[in-house]
């Protein structure tokens, strides 16, 4: 065990775990935010992706230990209300149908917009083709993310 | 207006005894609850609550509570169900509050609380319009008392009572003290359709905001003080079982509290339909959090080993039966084997129309095409898992479950403990396809529960899931059809099977539409379990059947639709034999409306074009599909789909479902399989299952409904079926090869 001071959401926040703990389980059976979800745990469904210091990670294959100083974002963070352009868009196309994935997708999306501001259908296959949904709300989430883009 | 008589259900509208004194103050927990308006303005939230009945209750400032009594996976019966009652109350949705109910087989009668097979609307219509038809009639009688005039002269309007002659007019939160006295009316009126202000028009998912945001809310976010974590271990293979656990290493892991068998069948208990499972004995293991419990879950050392031929009782659909399991490790390959072998054989009649043997003989043209399926794992996002605490002779479960009603029985005749004594919480489920209608992993969190002595979550790793079994089965499907020098149809011959059982619907179209015909069925038995897997072998059958009919359209020189066309006016007005499944006009229907929709005819270059119908429980559902080419590769471009449901109660969410559905049977028709060998699933997870992807997915649906007044039918299973048949029969008209065999595009490519 050791301990890890970590910056997620804005907040410094401390756990005491196995170094090898993904951060997925850090988050999830440790600090209490249970939006960033278990897939797969082998980085194949996105369904746990996060931000890492901006970027869309795979927090199932990110061990705490190497977090470091890096800020991390989850969905609970990504806005103070719920109302980041992506999320907003999501309920304008009512996306989800379980709900399961759409963390996930949401934090795959607002990772995308951030570097390219008006993706293309090409840019948007590629940067979501990590997120299995499973219930195939594709269209919706592709159309949401074009909505966001130009809000 | 319709009157309706309440006693078939009044158990839902009793009151508890704690109403008797007075309006009851019900607690109100806000994080448990969803505002219907989802938008930005928020509720003023009640002094006081007033129980009217078990689906809705009325705050004195005038917002109401509506509990949805269905678990919700994705097919918006949370918002749905509430708008049907919602409309009945004639409450404004805005001041709509929606709560998921617990499970309670006495209150909630209407719909059993049991999603699955596109039923819930269907079987809930007429009770969860009465439960709010009930709740207006006791506000108009509140309303005439107080006000001294006849109920007969009260009217209601969005959350409003009025009395025009004397001008009075109230809230319903005015009246809600007072109409919870009043005694549950022995009939109600039921609004007409065209009256209709909710149902009919689409109202946003109630819980988008807190998906959007992560609250809490799965099965697996469940959290309780004490709360351990627990995982289980399975036999790896199919036709295995545990011989001995070696259990030290994994107990000795950091933050583990115990590793121990558990049984969860005994072996002389009387399984119900849904009690399937290959591995009621398995390791579980117990610990502090998920990680650390995964760790001790490969330190685990267990012996497998070969189990013999044994037999047991399952109570399910067909009646009592005394079920044989065999033994042996099963391969893919022998089942491709034994299914080609049994398909060239004579099999069980199932139906027999005219003299198909004759017509045959005397065909001008015979086509004869034999289709197969893999199996195929649901591959639910979220896995199985669920909470459990059992205290003495008290149990507290929460989790995803379809059928809770099922499962109570199942894990009170293991623990035995009573019904009355078990609780059931319905979180969200994230998706359940049928999968979680099979609720042993429920049984597995109680007894864990049990022997720790504390709360414990049990979590299924992907890998658990994937491999556990209750897989959509492998089919096959060979199929005749004898063509005369005019290119008339005269005989049409289905004969299907799979392992473990056979895919055929023999009533259902083209039954009923040609003067001879056979339909016949085989088996093998397997010791792979199988279950429901979104529209049960209609998800195999309708892709074969309108891939056939797609072909022997062709070789007769018949447009495809025209061809079907002809067949339902046939089935409409002299149908063969009695026992047809289908309304050959609604049938016929959508495929008129796909037709117009599609500009069916008007072929544009580089894009291929497949069209199928199916129909399944109880609702119709046409396809025309369009495929281009891309590196060598097909991708869909545009799918137009017709549908006939009945009333559309949220045409915009039955959009949505339409759009999974299409979404997933292309991903299943292009790559989905689950193969086996020595008994063992080949694939684990997602890096060697493929799933459809962003990249693979239609680029645009568009979905129409034909305009109706019937009841409203299912929408959870329909579009899915008809998909495949759509795929295969445009990579026909792209590549000029005819698709058999799923996966058409094999399932070996992954894109993680």
């Given at each position: 065990m050791a301990v890890y001071k970590l910056n997620i959401n804005g907040k410094k926040l401390q756990v005491d775990v196995d170094p090898t703990t993904p951060m997925l389980w850090v988050l999830r059976d440790h600090l209490d935010l249970t939006g960033t979800k278990y897939g797969c745990g082998i980085a194949q469904c996105g369904a746990c992706t996060i931000h890492l210091d901006g970027n869309a990670m795979r927090s199932c294959q990110l061990p705490v230990s190497a977090v470091g100083d890096q800020s991390i974002t989850t969905i609970e963070g990504l806005s103070e209300n719920g109302d980041h352009p992506v999320q907003k868009a999501w309920l304008e196309h009512d996306v989800p149908q379980c709900g399961y994935c759409q963390a996930g997708q949401i934090m795959s999306a607002a990772a995308l917009l951030q570097n390219n501001a008006s993706p293309s259908d090409a840019d948007i296959d590629t940067a979501m083709n990590g997120n299995i949904c499973r219930c195939g709300t594709y269209t919706r989430i592709k159309a949401a993310i074009k909505t966001a883009a130009n809000g | 207006m319709t009157l309706i008589k309440t006693s078939y259900n009044r158990r839902s509208f009793l009151k508890t005894s704690a109403l008797a004194g007075g309006g009851l103050m019900i607690g109100f927990n806000w994080l448990t609850s969803c505002q219907a308006a989802a938008e930005e303005e928020v509720l003023q939230m009640p002094d006081e609550w007033f129980d009217i009945n078990a689906y809705l209750k009325i705050g004195d400032n005038g917002v109401v509570t509506i509990l949805s009594p269905n678990p919700e996976f994705g097919q918006n019966v949370?918002?749905?169900m509430p708008m049907i009652i919602a409309e009945e109350l004639d409450v404004d949705w805005k001041n709509v509050i929606v709560e998921q109910a617990n499970f309670n087989a006495e209150r909630y009668t209407a719909t059993n609380q049991f999603s699955g097979g596109s039923a819930g609307i269907r079987r809930g219509w007429e009770g969860l319009r009465m439960a709010g038809a009930t709740a207006r009639q006791?506000?108009?009688?509140?309303?005439?008392?107080?006000?001294?005039?006849?109920?007969?002269?009260?009217?209601?309007?969005?959350g409003m009572l009025h009395h025009e002659a004397s001008g009075k007019s109230a809230g319903y939160g005015e009246m809600a003290s007072a109409a919870a006295q009043i005694p549950v009316p022995k009939e109600v009126e039921l609004k007409d359709n065209k009256d209709f202000k909710i149902i009919g028009t689409s109202r946003k998912n109630v819980d988008g905001k807190k998906i959007v945001t992560g609250q809490p809310m799965f099965g697996v976010d469940k959290k309780k003080e004490g709360m351990l974590i627990a995982m289980i271990a399975h036999p790896p293979a199919f036709g295995m079982q545990l011989k001995s656990a070696d259990t030290d290493a994994a107990k000795g892991m950091p933050g583990i509290r115990d590793v121990f068998t558990i049984k969860t069948l005994q072996d002389d208990y009387e399984r119900a339909g849904f009690d399937t499972n290959a591995f009621p004995e398995m390791i579980a293991i117990v610990g502090n959090s998920t990680w650390e419990v995964m760790n001790a879950k490969k330190a685990l050392k267990a012996e497998w080993e070969p189990f013999s031929e044994h037999s047991m009782v399952v109570n399910g659909w067909g009646g009592k039966q005394e079920v044989t399991i065999p033994a042996g490790l099963e391969s893919t390959t022998s089942h491709r084997e034994e299914m080609a072998k049994l398909a060239e054989q004579p099999a069980k009649v199932s139906r027999k129309d005219g003299d198909p043997e004759t017509a045959f003989k005397n065909a001008a043209q015979v086509i004869e095409r034999t289709y197969t399926a893999p199996f195929l794992a649901h591959n639910c996002m979220e896995p199985m898992n669920f909470f459990a605490h059992v205290q003495g002779d008290k149990v507290e479960l929460a989790g995803p479950i379809q059928g809770p009603g099922v499962i109570e029985q199942t894990v009170s005749a293991r623990l035995d403990i009573p019904v009355e004594n078990?609780?059931?919480?319905?979180?969200?489920?994230?998706?359940?396809?049928?999968?979680?209608?099979?609720?042993?992993?429920?049984?597995e969190a109680a007894l864990i529960s049990q022997k720790v002595n504390a709360p414990v979550k049990l979590m299924y790793?992907?890998?658990?899931?994937?491999?556990?079994?209750?897989?959509?089965?492998?089919?096959?499907?060979?199929?005749?059809?004898?063509?005369?020098?005019?290119?008339?149809?005269?005989?049409?011959?289905?004969?299907?099977?799979?392992?473990?059982?056979?895919?055929?619907?023999?009533?259902?179209?083209?039954?009923?539409?040609?003067?001879?015909?056979?339909?016949?069925?085989w088996s093998i038995d397997s010791n792979i379990t199988i279950g429901a897997f979104r529209a049960p072998r209609s998800n195999f059958i309708a892709g074969a059947e309108q891939s056939f009919l797609d072909e022997v359209a062709e070789a007769a020189g018949r447009d495809p639709i025209e061809f079907r066309l002809e067949l339902l006016e046939r089935a409409k007005n002299d149908p063969v034999g009695e026992r047809n499944d289908y309304d050959a006009a609604r049938y016929a229907g959508v495929l008129e409306l796909v037709r117009e929709k599609s500009n069916w005819g008007q072929e544009q270059p580089n894009v291929y074009r497949g069209v199928s119908a199916y129909f399944c429980h109880a609702t119709y559902v046409a396809h025309v599909l369009d495929l281009v080419m891309e590196n060598g590769k097909p991708r869909v471009e545009n799918v137009c789909c017709a549908i006939d449901c009945g009333i559309v109660v949220n045409p915009d969410a039955a959009a949505n479902?339409?759009?999974?559905?299409?979404?997933?049977g292309v991903g299943n028709a292009f790559f989905g399989a689950m193969t086996f060998k020595d008994g063992a699933p080949e694939k684990k997870n997602f890096d060697t299952y493929r799933m459809i992807r962003m990249s693979e997915a239609p680029r645009n649906i568009d979905v129409h409904f034909v305009p109706s007044d019937v009841d409203p039918t299912g929408m959870g299973e329909p579009p899915f079926p008809p998909i495949f048949g759509a795929v295969a029969n445009a990579m026909y008209k792209a590549t000029d090869k005819r698709s058999y065999h799923q996966p058409f595009l094999g399932d070996q490519e992954v894109l993680g």
């Open positions: - | 949370k918002t749905s006791m506000l108009c009688e509140a309303a005439a008392a107080a006000w001294e005039v006849p109920v007969g002269e009260i009217t209601t309007a969005a078990i609780e059931i919480e319905l979180t969200r489920m994230g998706g359940g396809f049928g999968r979680r209608a099979y609720g042993h992993y429920i049984v790793t992907r890998e658990d899931d994937m491999t556990f079994g209750i897989y959509r089965p492998s089919y096959s499907a060979t199929y005749r059809a004898a063509l005369d020098e005019n290119g008339n149809l005269t005989a049409f011959h289905v004969k299907g099977g799979g392992v473990p059982e056979s895919p055929v619907f023999a009533n259902r179209f083209p039954a009923g539409a040609i003067d001879n015909y056979l339909a016949e069925e479902m339409a759009e999974g559905a299409i979404t997933d």
